[in-house]
């Protein structure tokens, strides 16, 4: 049968099937750009590498696995929220807020905010409610990140939110803060590259908790999830999450 003898209907089957069948080609020629906010071992890049952690490989196999590209962007979070917002991003992520820009996925990212001070204070941190009238340093949107946990606490206390994470540990290195509080692996990671011969005590006062993405187009945050469940349950998961312990 001929193009010319397709009855309407059935000229609408073929090309309903064929853009089903280009529709992977035609993904693989978008390239996401996706907000990630900067701190290793989540999401940095190594001198004279491309940006890599383990947020920044999740996303990239997951947008992978569905045929698009990824084109990734370091941001402090404050910046990171600010431009999502605007539109300047596709994706962002971790996603610790609500937009009306975006839809949140499935959390896959497991945070652990903790508290770290220098082994030879010998400070008493077994609570949350130990920190008041402690100096402390954290990053930047902590107070609404923890605000069900810590808001009750920074009103009796010396508290300061910084981007910088090197800059936080510095300030407890010179003694110029008592606390410093932020993600466990990140924290471990910085301070073991910039003071290894340092001693610090972990306090996991805070309850753990998984964050996800936010994404700009629902469709896409629906496919995300769908890819990301499948992640999930296999080795690849796992491997990323212990690659940076």
């Not at 300047?88 to 990212?109: C, I, N, R, W």
């Not at 003694?175 to 410093?180: M, S």
């Not at 692996?185 to 003071?195: G, P, V």
Request: with cysteine; proline share 4%; aromatic share 12%.
């Amino acid at each position: 049968m001929t193009i010319s003898n397709l009855t309407v209907p059935n000229m609408r089957i073929v090309l309903i099937g064929f853009l089903l069948l280009a529709w992977p080609c035609f993904a693989a020629q978008k390239t996401l750009k996706v907000a990630v906010n900067i701190g290793p071992p989540w999401a940095f890049q190594p001198a004279g590498q491309e940006v890599t952690g383990i947020d920044v490989e999740i996303l990239r196999h997951v947008f992978q696995q569905m045929g698009y590209a990824t084109e990734f962007h370091l941001l402090g979070y404050s910046r990171l929220i600010k431009d999502f917002n605007e539109g300047k991003f596709d994706v962002a992520s971790p996603a610790a807020f609500e937009s009306q820009h975006g839809f949140l996925t499935k959390p896959y990212l497991p945070y652990q905010d903790v508290a770290i001070s220098r082994e030879t204070e010998q400070h008493n941190i077994n609570a949350i409610n130990d920190l008041k009238g402690k100096r402390i340093v954290t990053y930047q949107f902590a107070h609404a990140v923890l605000a069900d946990q810590l808001s009750h606490v920074i009103k009796d206390t010396n508290y300061l939110e910084v981007a910088d994470r090197e800059l936080q540990l510095r300030l407890l290195v010179n003694n110029r803060t008592d606390v410093v509080i932020g993600e466990r692996r990140l924290l471990t990671h910085i301070f073991k590259q910039y003071y290894p011969q340092e001693k610090f005590s972990i306090h996991p006062i805070f309850v753990a908790k998984s964050y996800g993405a936010i994404i700009k187009d629902k469709q896409l945050q629906q496919q995300f999830d769908l890819e990301l469940a499948k992640l999930i349950a296999s080795d690849k998961y796992q491997q990323l999450l212990k690659q940076w312990p």
